[in-house]
């Protein structure tokens, strides 16, 4: 099966990879250091690389960053910064991604 892994480069990421990549066609992806490129915070990019791979079985995200400080210390810019990524950016790769893996992955609720 074709899959595409998003955070590739990542702790989670590579060992993902590594129990894949024996049995099936890995697409990496990640924001800078993998062969694909995407940032899950801006839906130009993600609706990009699902334009880039085409058709696959699957999509693992493995990708999303948060800011952690003291409640009082967090700023709108912080909690945006989380909410775009870890939020919407997990979203956004289900959602843009629903015309790119075969309808039977979503079930019959989509
Ligand atoms: N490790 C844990 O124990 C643990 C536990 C609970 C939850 N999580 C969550 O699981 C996810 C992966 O964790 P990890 O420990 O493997 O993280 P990690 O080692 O920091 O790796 C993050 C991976 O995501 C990519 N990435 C980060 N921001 C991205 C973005 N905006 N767009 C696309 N790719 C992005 C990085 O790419 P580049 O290197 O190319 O920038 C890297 O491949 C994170 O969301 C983390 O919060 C982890």
Redesign the pocket.
Known sequence: MRILL?????????AIAAALGRRHEVLL??????PL??????PA?IRGLYAKVGKVGAVIS?????RFKPLDELSDADFRFSLD??LM?QVNVVRYGLGSVPPEVFGSTW
């Not at 490129?37 to 801006?42: F, K, P, Y």
């Open positions: 998003i955070g590739a480069t990542g702790t989670i990421g590579k992806a990640s924001r800078q250091q993998a490129q995407v940032d899950i915070a801006d990019s493995a990708a999303g960053e948060a990524s870890k950016g």
